[in-house]
């Protein structure tokens, strides 16, 4: 005996076509879609059509009648095309944002190393040694603690210390 063959599109259809009808009339078979309704938050949307028809919702991808119905019921969200990235261009936009964050990198570095050399010479100049054990405040009484706490003071210092005490150019 051969097993009858349906035509499972129509069946589908059918099936939901019936959830949409009892859904409208708030009468939801889907023990998920009672308790939406019990709690007031049932609404129509393209899940629960599929739950109150007892199939997948991916019925809507694999069959275009019923996302035509769904769709003509309920409405339709514009698609998204996805379209594959420009390989290339990409390469090039993060190589150009890679040798301008390489560039600033590298002025960073170099404004680094002036600071070091400009603090190495305020201590000759003034006398004054940093610290370099972790158990002193780096913050207390040398340049080097003064210029991470506050470069404007020590660029201040070295100035009053060019123009002389009295704070007149000597030169």
Do not use: W
């Not at 023990?31 to 919702?57: Q, Y």
Request: net charge positive; with cysteine; proline share 3%.
């Amino acid at each position: 005996m051969k097993a009858e063959v349906l035509d499972t599109d129509s069946d589908m259809l059918k099936d939901f076509k019936h959830a949409y009808a009892r859904l409208k009339d708030h009468k939801p078979e889907n023990v998920e879609n009672i308790e939406l309704m019990r709690v007031g938050k049932l609404r129509i949307n393209k899940l629960t059509l599929a739950r109150e028809a007892c199939h997948s919702r991916t019925n809507y991808l694999k069959h275009d009648d019923i996302l035509k119905y769904a769709e003509s019921k309920i409405g339709s969200r514009p698609r998204v095309t996805h379209e594959a990235p420009d390989i290339e261009g990409a390469n090039r936009e993060l190589r150009s944002q890679n040798r301008s964050l390489q560039k600033d990198l590298d002025d960073m570095r170099t404004q680094n190393a002036e600071l070091i050399s400009y603090i190495h010479f305020l201590e000759k100049e003034h006398k004054v040694v940093v610290r370099d054990t972790l158990s002193e405040n780096p913050f207390m009484g040398s340049i080097a603690g003064r210029a991470r706490k506050n470069p404007a003071a020590v660029r201040d210092m070295s100035k009053r210390a060019k123009l002389g005490k009295s704070g007149k150019d000597t030169g």
